[in-house]
Each structure stands twice: as structure tokens, then as C-alpha cells.
């Protein structure tokens, strides 16, 4: 560890903060459908959508009936998505001459582009052909990420709104923040990332002739448009299998420094944004630094953790300072630990290091970042409503100690909201332990799993809290593209996403009707240092609780194992 | 002040009740509504067919029995929480019933006028019954004739009779008191089974206990809880099997015990019905648990200003000498205006009088000149000389002059005391005037302290009078409440709580006259007064037996104190699993994993001796902390967010700390007695 590291470290940090400030202030405009200094391009688009469409964009539309339009919409989509890659060998824009997926694993990659996951058990350049990236999944990539977005916004109106009954209408939210907010960034990151190097043709591949004289194929394509909307919309699947660690992807400090950035930024503006259309600008800043206090932690356990060598490595001679394993050369330790943090927390899933080669302790607080629910500032909008879901859970234990039946911005939190928030909170170990456990005991699932002891039960875990948390980073070492792990993992994606979508919709219904209430001296404030760091002790505690015993037999064993130089 | 439902029965009774209602409860059917506790002993059952089956199978069971012993245990301190709390509930009930006697009421024919033997049971609403001297109240009514002193200890606890009258707003009388002298004729309003005796019962006693709204809401975060700790403890099998360890059920089902949130799970009915019990101790009724707890979230608290934030008379304070007059004899005319004067104005004067010295003796001779309408003045003759008092017009004219030909010194007193909100009185000796008496309304002692207090919970208080805008504001201004509402009717009580409400506040309020209904049924917290009228009693949803108005602020009291202690005890709970974890899971992977002896951070002296520990003190903190329960967490006016840190430390650093000490302690004990 040295201070370069750590100022690496709060520049990435700060800067994600810094850009997530005016894009949030952006995206409130957009939400509330205000006027944007884009509409005169966009605005005849938009209109377009809406004619050809018959969707009367004012119409505001009941919690019911958002959600509603919301899973029709992400059902449609599902299904077209498995079509074109069961057939893309029968489509154009095929160079390469791809079959077609096999069902299962057609099945798994259309749920995990629908769901904002990107969990990929295939490696995209053997075996997706352009019109496959490009209007199948990269399509899934700005409409995945909007329907997350728009599930914020219509929380934010809930927490506005005083004895409401309408969320706003689906339809406008969807098409309006793929065409105001995810399109122009993409078009200027994507600028800026052809810049530093990233690849962007419809060639399938280029023909080099290496100094032995061999001809050598090098896989190219649409790289730099995927990969900022895979960043900024925390879809987190690569146009290449080893994902950011590819040298196209991701070729140098500057290209990684702006992926870091843009796979945060949007998850910061949506608090922020919450924060304007919600009223309540102060407490959405508490939730951003406790975001930001989690995650500058889970950076600092995790570069503590990958500059040390194992004693086992030191002892034998082997390796000396720094400790390089799993990390990519041209980005080392500090760089790689902060990217891990920040994609496990954002529920991105881009990876630019070897995760299944980190140390137990470096990997393990990979795992726990994901597990505390991807909120840190998680997906697209899906973080957004996962710390409110937190945050109302923390309001409700915490806030009785004030003697008042809680509140948080405003609103009464009740039996009805305490049933949703709950809810919401039990899918993430019901799917993961549930999964894991039944896997851990499959020899058909153990067939996949290329470790043994802890480690293999560390991939395992893994990969169902990856799937849930809708990250979509895959810990390596598991062969997951058998029809047992594609249908689990897409199993365990549609619930991390849409059974938790459909207890926080309800709850924003129900917290819509509520009166608005103004703060009183009794009201426990929700924007101090008091509530950051309460918010922070549940999250860690209610985290810790729940996976404790796994971590036990996973990272946590291996570590002492590791100390005690027996590892397998 | 002692009160009948206050008085309850032996300790060591209510104890021994306790104990054997916590048997009782071990009826899972009884335990549905918990679903923490109804785990609980699901997991002691199947300890102990364990440990029945180690019996058969000749293996050790000091370590099974232990377990289940230990497990059952939680259960019956967890039941016996509950006991005790509605113990002091019933022994309340047993001697409300005593006052419900049947007598034979003596019903009005409405024919001929003659009265009629009947039962008080078979009384019916809308029957006219005459209650004499020695008489028991035999239904509860509103008095249609006479008036009479009742004694009404039976319900309040207070023996000093209190005068009842028809018409007005002392009108209602209750079933069960005793007309101590002198007849009423009452028009029966409540059934036999549904009196305000009969309500009371059923409330101290819980029969009508529903569970309260935020009651549910954590009843739902404590199953929810459970669910998560479930799956973690049965995925654990999956798990533990992969990385060959080998867990025992019985273990793991004690695991899960210790994780799941007994504690306040426990304690959490013992919470409320303590609530009611608390209330009660101030004397106060609420008809359901649902008002105490709107009570601790109240926004708005109005209060009548007559009675509750003044004294109700207006008080003479001062008596300033117009030009040319000694102080003294300013203040001697004062006294001799008011010597003849009965009424509390004039009484004060009087009192004014004593303590700044000036004492006078109405002479035998002297002619006391009563007020009327037409003179508006009062006063005192003796031979020639004459005083008189009055409004300052009313002594002009006696003095035949203008208002405008005073001193001006005298018009700029009268004119600061009616801009203070004070009545300025004129007093003549003779024909001349010679002082103005300031007489004002006074503020009681204490009450600016605890609105400041209400202000630091978050209360907002709003003073609602009939005085004119003026007179208002000054009061309100020296009692530090935060609004007023001058010139007030019923009307615009009513109307004023609705805006509030509209402004999503929740709004209490005390009341007892029957105008005052429409507004306390409309208050989310509507304390009607004992003394008050039925229909104030009907629309309310607590009655203070005391009458006291200001009651109201210990109310609002209590009713956050429950939520408090609910909150505090939970976090507790919560936080108590930290240390559990460090306790347990060594204990369960040490065998089959020794580098992860490394977690036994406690330094438990064996893998048994740590899982006995933890369910040991799981079960012991219950009863640890059932004293905490019923008396509830204090609560202190020092701002919310004061209030948190303070709780927080307390119950989640305190709740992180304690069970690491505690289950320390306890397998020092169970491994130097070779228990495990």
C-alpha cells in the first residue's frame, strides 16, 4: 500500500460523486418532465414514440398499473431477446457464422440482460454475432437500466406526493430516460472512450501477422458504444469474456478511470435526483455519503488485502511485494481493488481483475459488498430503492427509540410499509443461501465447481449472490453454462429483480396515499451524521447476520487457512 | 391520589398467578399471534424428542436435556412476561367488579309518575330512574331533574363527594356510584353489559386487547427476521455438509433460537398492556391501545385556556393610584370596594390587600351596594362615605363625568392593562377616582416549563379561548404556547382540528362539556373529563377519572415511553446476535475446522459449554429484562435526535456489549460445575 494508491482510490471516488451531482440534477428535470436544453432535437422523437405507440404520456398511472405496464413491458422484451439469440444463426449481421444458444443458456442470457444483471455464462466473442450485441442485448442494456430508473422516479413521486394516488406513467419514464438521460451520455462517453482506444467497427475481426509469420484473427466489433452503456447503466456485461480486463475493453489507466466513473455517476444521480423530485435534498445526501463511507471502506479492506502476499507464496520465495495475483499489469493493486469495490457495490458486474485468484479476504469482501444488496450506490435506480428500503427498515427499529411512530421524508412508516420493506429484503438470502445450499449438495451443480473446500464454496456463493444482486460478475472457476447453473442463475435473477420490484412498488403505492407530514422537534432527523451512521450499523449488521455463517465456511476459513500456510 | 383500580392485589399473588398463566400459555394455540415464541417452543419439542431418543440410544444426554430444559425455559419467561403484566390488569378488574352490585333501581312509571322496583340489569336506555340518598347509581345516565352530591370512589378512588345537577355539563352520573345526599331523577343511557363500569373492566382486564398498528408493524419486522435466521440455519445444513462438517439438529435448532429476536419477541405484548397499566396509574382510561400509542405521536395538543392554563378567575395583581393619591389609600379604597364582595374577583383584591399590608374591617353600619345590571358597579357605604368599583365607563358615569376628562395618567393605565390582556377596574371613593385595579388572568405555575417540555417532544400547543384576540395573544404570549385561537366556539375547535388534521398532524385534546363531543370524537387523542358530560364521555377515547386537563401532557408521555421501550428492546435483540454468532459458530465448525478456533474471541472453554451459554443467556435476558418492560424506558423532553444517541448507545452498543460479558460469565459457571 502506498499513498498513490489511496489518492487513486479518492479520485475515483470523488470524481463518480462529483459527475453523479449535475446528471442527478439533470435526471430530476427529467422526471418531472421539464423543459431540457436537448428537447429540441429529442422532443419530436419522444412525441413520435408516444403517437405510434398511443401512450398519452401525462396520464399518471397507479402503483398497479405502473408495475404492471413494467413487467409486461420486461416480459415482452424477454421473450424477443431469446428469440434473436436462439436464432441468430438464421439473422444478418453475422460475420463469424454463430449458431444459434442452446435453451438454456439463451434462457439465462435473456434474463440477465432483462434484468440489469448481465451474468454471463458465454464468452460474447465466440459466441454472439453483431446484431445479437447490438439489438439484442445492448438494446436490453438502455432499457434495463431506464426500467430500474424508472422505478426510482416513481418512488420519489410516492415520497412527494400527499394523498396521491398516481406514480407518474411508466411509458413516459421509460422512454424519456433512455432518451434524455442514457442516450446523450453514452454518445459522450462513448466519444471520449474511441479516444482512449476502444475499438468501435462492424468488423467481426482483424487479420494480424505476428513476428513468426503466422496470420493471427484479433476479435473487434461495436466495442466502445456496449461498453459505456454496459458502465452507465451498471449492466456489467462485456463485449469481450474477460470484460475489462480485455485490452479492448479497457485498454489503459484513462479508459479505466472513466468506466469507474461512469458506472457510478447514474447510480449517484438517481439519489440525487430522488432527492429534488422527493423534497428532500438533505436526506439525499445522507444516503450518498453513507454509500460513499461503505465503499471507501470495502476499497480499503480489499487493497489492503491484494498488496499483501501470502505467507505461503513468501515463504517458499516465490513472490515478493506487491502482490500481483489476479490483477491486470497495466492497472495493479489500488486500481483493481477500487474498481472491485465499486462493482460490487453498483451491481455492475464489469470486472478488470481475476476475482477467483484474489485473496480470501479481498474476494470475500467482493461477496459481502454484493450481498449487502447492491445499494452502494447500487444499480441504476435499483440502488436508489434499495437504500430507501434500507433506510425506512433503519427509520422503523431506530426511529420507535424517539418515541413516534417513524417516519422518513415525511411519511408515516406503518405496518404496510415495514410488510414491503421486508419482503424485499428476504429474496436476496432466500435466493442466494436457498440456491447455494441445494447446489452445494447437487453433484450434478458440483460438477461445475473447478475448486474444492472453501474456495468452491466461495464460487458457488458467489455466483447466486452475483445472479440475485443482479451484478452479473462472475467470481471464475465455475463452468456455469450447464443447464443446471444457466436455469438457477436465471431463476435467481428474475427474483432479485422483479420480486423485489414488486413489494417496493407497493410500498410507494401505499406511501403515495399517506399524508405529507412537516418535520417537528420530535421527528428523528434523516440527514445528520446520526443517521448516516445508523443507516451504515444496520446495513453491516443486518448483512453480517445473514451471511455470516457462509462466510464463515468460505473466505473466512480459507483466510486463516491461508495464515496458516495449509492451503489446498 | 389513591384509586380503586390502582389498589391491586398481593405481589406474591399476582406472582404466583403469573407463573401459572405462563403454563397455561404453552398452548401453541394460544401462541399463534408470536410467531418468535411459537418457533421457540416448536425447537424445545424436538430438543426434547431428542433427548428422549439419546435415552434409547445410550448416548450422552446432559448436553440434549440442557438444551431442551434451557429452550422451555425461554418459552415460560417469555409467557410469564406477558402474565405478569396482564396480572396487574386483572387484580385492577377484580376490584372494579366488586363496585358492580346489582341493586334494585327504582324505575319512574312515565304514566303515573310512581316508582317501580326493578333490577338494574333489566334497566333499558332511554328509562328514567329516581336515585335517592344511600342509593346506588344502578345504570350509567344523564340526570334529567334534581341535583345531588354523588360519591364516586368506586370509580375514581376519590372519596369527596362531587355535586351533581341536571342540565350543564355535570350532568352525567355512572353506574356503580352512590348518591350520598338529596335525589336525581337519571334517563338511563347505557345497557346492562355495555356501562362505562363494564368497559372499564374489559379494558384493564385486556379482554379487548387488539394488537395496536405500530404493535403489528413490528410484529411483522420480527417474523420477517425469523424467516431470514430460518433459512440461514437450514441452508446451513447444505453448506455444512459440502465443506464435511457435521452439525447436530438439536444444535442447530438452538442456534437459530439464539438468533431469532426472543427478546423482544418475549416482551413485546408485556410492552403494551404495561402501557395501559401506566395510564392507568395516572388514573386515566383509554379504550384501546390504539389511543396510547396515537398519544406518543401526537403533533397538536389544544387546551382549553379556562382551567388548564390559568387558574380560570381573574386575579386582581395590581392597583395603581391615580395622581394625588398615596399609593396606600388607593389600595385601602380598593379593599373597602371589595370588603362586601364575594365574588373571586373580589375576593383577590382582598388577598392583594393582605400582603401588601393594608387590612380593614367592614364596620357593623356598612351598607354593601350589590352589582347590577344597570350600574355595573359594586361597592361599600358607610354613613357618607362611599367606594364603588367597577369597569372604568360604568364609574365614569357614576362619577358623572367622561372617559376623555380622566388624568391622563389614569387613561394610559387603564389603556396598558387592557392591552396586556388584563380588565382594568376604576375604584371611586366618594366622587373621586382614585386608582385602577389591574385584574388578570393568571398563568398556573409550571405550565410555561412544560410546554417548553412539549415543545422539545415536537408538540406544538394551541390555547383555544373565548377571550377577544387581545386578552388572547398576552395570555398566550406569558404561558409560551404556540398558537392561540381567540373568540373560540365549538364550531371552530372542530374546524381547527380538521385543518391540522389536514395538514397530516395528529391532534389531542381534552374536553367535557357536551359541545365539546364533535371535537374530542374528531381528535385522534380525545381525553374526556370524568366529571364531564355522558357525551363527552361517549366521544373520547380516554377518560381521566381525576378531571385534570393537564393530564394530557402525561399522556402523550406514556404513550411514547411504549414506542421507546419497543424500539430500545428491539435494537437490543438485534444487536444481541453479534456476539451470539462469535459464541456459536466457532463452536459448530471448530471440530471439522480448527483454524477457525481463531473466531472464539471470548475464549469459551469447549463447543458445548459455548452453544449452553448463549441459549442460557438468551433465556435469562428475558426475565433480566421484564422489570424494563413494564415500566418502560424513561422518556426525556431532549429533542429527538438527543434522545436517539442517548437510546442508541444505551440499547445497540450496550446490546452489542452485554452478551459478550454475559455469556462469558455463564460458561465460566456451566464449565467449573461440569455441566458441558
Keep these: 500500500m502506498n499513498w498513490q494508491g489511496w489518492a487513486e482510490i479518492a479520485l475515483t471516488l470523488g470524481l463518480a460523486v462529483l459527475l453523479g451531482w449535475p446528471i442527478g440534477v439533470y435526471m430530476a428535470r427529467v422526471w418531472e418532465g421539464r423543459s431540457t436544453w436537448l428537447d429540441p432535437v429529442l422532443r419530436p422523437v419522444e412525441r413520435l414514440f408516444y403517437a405510434a405507440s398511443g401512450v398519452d404520456p401525462t396520464k399518471g398511472q397507479g402503483w398497479m398499473a405502473y408495475l404492471g405496464a413494467l413487467l409486461a413491458f420486461n416480459a415482452a422484451g424477454f421473450f424477443l431477446l431469446y428469440l434473436i439469440l436462439r436464432a441468430q444463426g438464421l439473422l444478418p449481421l453475422n460475420p463469424m457464422h454463430f449458431a444459434g444458444m442452446s435453451p438454456h443458456l439463451a434462457f439465462n442470457t435473456a434474463i440477465s440482460f432483462v434484468t440489469n444483471t448481465n451474468w454471463q455464462s458465454y464468452s460474447g466473442e465466440s459466441t454472439l454475432s453483431n446484431l445479437s450485441q447490438m439489438s439484442g442485448l445492448t438494446v436490453q442494456n438502455f432499457v434495463s437500466a431506464a426500467s430500474g430508473i424508472a422505478v426510482a422516479a416513481a418512488l420519489a413521486r410516492a415520497f412527494a406526493a400527499n394523498r396521491g394516488e398516481t406514480l407518474g406513467n411508466f411509458w413516459a419514464d421509460l422512454t424519456r430516460t433512455t432518451l434524455y438521460i442514457l442516450l446523450p451520455i453514452s454518445v459522450v462517453f462513448a466519444i471520449v472512450l474511441v479516444a482512449s482506444g476502444v475499438p468501435q467497427t462492424l468488423m467481426a475481426h482483424i487479420d494480424a501477422h505476428t513476428l513468426e509469420g503466422a496470420k493471427q484473427g484479433i476479435s473487434v466489433g461495436p466495442v466502445a458504444s456496449q461498453e459505456i452503456i454496459k458502465q452507465l447503466g451498471t449492466n456489467g456485461g462485456g463485449f469481450f469474456g474477460a470484460n475489462s480486463a480485455h485490452p479492448f475493453e479497457n485498454p489503459n489507466a484513462w479508459s479505466n478511470l472513466i468506466e469507474e466513473i461512469a458506472m457510478n455517476a447514474v447510480g449517484f444521480g438517481c439519489v440525487i435526483a430522488f432527492g429534488r423530485v422527493a423534497m428532500a435534498g438533505r436526506e439525499a445526501r445522507a444516503l450518498v455519503i453513507a454509500m460513499v463511507v461503505l465503499l471507501v471502506g470495502a476499497s480499503a479492506a480489499i487493497y489492503a488485502s491484494e498488496t499483501r502476499v501470502t505467507p505461503a507464496l513468501l515463504h517458499a520465495g516465490v513472490a515478493a511485494a506487491p502482490n500481483m495475483e489476479g490483477k491486470e499489469v497495466r492497472f495493479g493493486a489500488p486500481s483493481t481493488a477500487v474498481w472491485t469495490a465499486m462493482t460490487t457495490g453498483a451491481s455492475d458486474g464489469g470486472v478488470n481483475g481475476a476475482l477467483e485468484s484474489f485473496t480470501p479476504l479481498g474476494g470475500g469482501t467482493a461477496m459481502f459488498m454484493i450481498k449487502l444488496g447492491e445499494i452502494l450506490p447500487g444499480g441504476v435506480g435499483s440502488g436508489l430503492y434499495g437504500i430507501v428500503v434500507m433506510a425506512i427498515i433503519s427509520v422503523f427499529v431506530a426511529g420507535l427509540m424517539v418515541g413516534r411512530t417513524p417516519e422518513y421524508l415525511g411519511k408515516k412508516i406503518e405496518a404496510r410499509e415495514v410488510k414491503y420493506a421486508v419482503l424485499a429484503t428476504l429474496i436476496l438470502p432466500v435466493t442466494i443461501l436457498g440456491f447455494a445450499a441445494v447446489s452445494a449438495v447437487s453433484p450434478i451443480a458440483l460438477k461445475s465447481v473447478s475448486a474444492t473446500g472453501p474456495h468452491g464454496l466461495t464460487e458457488m456463493l458467489y455466483a447466486y449472490a452475483s445472479a440475485v444482486g443482479n451484478n452479473g460478475s462472475a467470481f471464475g472457476g465455475l463452468n456455469a453454462n450447464t443447464p443446471w447453473w444457466d436455469t438457477t442463475l436465471g431463476i435467481a435473477m428474475a427474483l432479485g429483480r422483479f420480486a423485489y420490484i414488486v413489494p417496493v412498488m407497493a410500498m410507494a403505492g401505499a406511501l403515495a396515499a399517506k399524508p405529507k407530514l412537516q418535520p417537528t422537534a420530535g421527528t428523528l432527523p434523516t440527514h445528520g451524521l446520526q443517521f448516516i451512521g445508523l443507516l451504515i450499523g444496520l446495513i453491516l449488521i443486518l448483512g453480517g447476520l445473514q451471511y455470516f455463517p457462509p462466510l464463515a465456511l468460505g473466505p473466512i476459513v480459507e483466510h486463516f487457512q491461508m495464515l496458516s500456510a495449509v492451503s489446498h | ?676
Design chain 2, 1 to 676: 391520589m389513591p384509586s380503586a383500580i390502582a389498589k391491586s392485589g398481593s405481589q406474591r399473588a399476582m406472582l404466583g398467578r403469573a407463573t401459572r398463566d405462563a403454563f397455561v400459555k404453552l398452548d401453541p394455540r394460544k401462541l399463534t399471534g408470536n410467531p418468535v415464541i411459537l418457533a421457540t417452543e416448536v425447537v424445545a419439542a424436538l430438543a426434547t424428542i431428542s433427548t428422549i431418543a439419546a435415552v434409547f440410544g445410550h448416548q450422552p444426554i446432559l448436553f440434549p436435556l440442557q438444551l431442551a430444559l434451557w429452550l422451555w425455559a425461554t418459552v415460560l419467561f417469555a409467557n410469564f412476561a406477558e402474565s405478569v403484566a396482564e396480572g396487574r390488569g386483572k387484580a385492577a378488574a377484580d376490584s372494579l367488579r366488586s363496585a358492580r352490585v346489582d341493586t334494585m333501581a327504582k324505575l319512574v312509571d312515565p304514566q303515573t309518575g310512581a316508582t317501580v322496583p326493578t333490577p338494574a340489569h333489566k334497566l333499558e336506555v332511554g328509562q328514567i330512574v329516581l336515585v335517592e340518598a344511600g342509593d346506588a347509581v344502578p345504570a350509567d345516565g344523564e340526570i334529567v331533574e334534581g341535583v345531588a352530591s354523588v360519591n364516586e370512589a368506586a370509580i375514581t378512588g376519590e372519596s369527596a363527594p362531587v355535586i351533581r345537577e341536571s342540565g350543564g355539563d355535570r350532568s352525567a352520573v355512572t353506574g356503580g356510584t352512590t348518591v350520598v345526599s338529596d335525589w336525581i331523577k337519571v334517563r338511563v343511557t347505557a345497557g346492562a353489559g355495555s356501562s362505562f363500569l363494564d368497559r372499564m373492566i374489559a379494558m384493564v382486564e385486556g379482554a379487548d386487547r387488539r394488537k395496536t398498528p405500530n404493535e403489528i408493524a413490528l410484529a411483522v419486522l420480527l417474523a420477517g427476521l425469523t424467516l431470514v435466521f430460518l433459512i440461514v440455519v437450514v441452508t446451513l445444513v447444505g453448506l455444512g455438509a459440502y465443506s464435511g462438517v457435521k452439525l447436530d439438529p438439536v444444535v442447530l435448532g438452538a442456534l437459530f433460537v439464539c438468533l431469532i429476536p426472543t427478546t423482544i419477541g418475549g416482551l413485546l405484548s408485556a410492552i403494551g398492556i404495561a402501557g395501559m397499566d401506566r395510564l392507568l396509574k395516572f388514573n386515566v382510561l383509554a379504550t384501546s391501545g390504539r389511543a396510547v400509542e396515537a398519544a406518543g405521536d401526537v403533533d397538536t395538543l389544544l387546551l382549553d385556556k379556562t382551567g388548564t392554563i390559568t387558574f380560570g378567575n381573574r386575579m386582581a395583581t395590581e392597583v395603581i393610584a391615580a395622581p394625588g393619591i398615596p399609593e396606600g389609600a388607593a389600595m385601602r379604597a380598593a379593599l373597602m370596594a371589595s370588603l362586601a364582595d364575594e365574588t373571586p374577583e373580589g375576593r383577590s383584591i382582598v388577598q392583594l390587600a393582605r400582603e401588601k399590608g393594608v387590612v380593614a374591617e367592614a364596620p357593623a353600619d356598612a351598607v354593601s351596594i350589590p352589582f347590577t345590571a344597570t350600574t355595573r358597579l359594586s361597592g361599600l357605604e358607610v354613613g357618607s362615605l362611599t367606594w364603588r368599583k367597577g369597569a372604568v365607563d360604568a364609574v365614569c358615569r357614576h362619577l358623572k363625568t367622561e372617559r376623555a376628562h380622566l388624568p391622563r395618567e389614569v387613561q394610559a393605565a387603564v389603556d396598558r392593562i387592557a392591552r396586556s390582556g388584563g380588565t382594568p377596574l376604576a375604584v371611586a371613593e366618594g366622587d373621586r377616582l382614585v386608582g385602577v385595579i389591574h385584574l388578570k388572568d393568571v398563568v398556573k405555575p409550571g405550565v410555561k416549563e412544560r410546554f417548553a417540555d412539549l415543545r422539545r417532544m415536537g408538540v406544538r400547543t394551541v390555547m383555544i379561548t373565548g377571550d377577544n384576540p387581545v386578552t388572547a395573544a398576552s395570555i398566550a404570549s406569558e404561558a409560551g404556547v404556540d398558537d392561540f385561537l381567540a373568540e373560540a366556539t365549538p364550531e371552530d375547535k372542530l374546524r381547527m382540528i380538521r385543518e391540522e388534521q389536514g395538514k397530516g398532524r395528529l391532534v389531542a385534546m381534552c374536553g367535557d362539556g357536551a359541545n365539546d363531543a364533535p371535537a374530542l370524537a374528531q381528535a385522534d387523542v380525545g381525553v374526556a373529563m370524568q366529571t364531564g358530560t355522558q357525551a363527552a364521555r361517549e366521544a373520547g377515547n380516554m377518560v381521566d377519572l381525576d378531571s385534570d386537563p393537564t393530564k394530557v401532557i402525561e399522556i402523550v408521555e406514556v404513550g411514547k415511553q411504549m414506542l421507546i421501550t419497543r424500539g430500545a428492546l428491539t435494537t437490543f435483540s438485534i444487536a444481541n446476535d453479534v456476539a451470539k454468532y462469535f459464541a456459536i459458530i466457532p463452536a459448530l465448525f471448530v471440530v471439522s475446522m480448527p483454524s477457525l478456533g481463531a473466531m472464539n474471541v471470548m475464549h469459551l472453554s469447549s463447543p458445548e459449554s459455548a452453544i449452553l451459554s448463549a441459549v442460557i443467556f438468551n433465556a435469562l435476558i428475558i426475565i433480566a429484562l421484564i422489570p424494563l418492560a413494564l415500566k418502560g424506558v424513561k422518556y426525556r423532553a431532549i429533542g429527538a435526535q438527543a434522545l436517539l444517541t442517548r437510546n442508541l448507545l444505551i440499547y445497540g452498543l450496550g446490546g452489542i456489549i452485554a452478551p459478550f460479558v454475559g455469556i462469558k460469565v455463564i460458561d465460566l459457571i456451566v464449565s467449573s460445575l461440569h455441566l458441558a
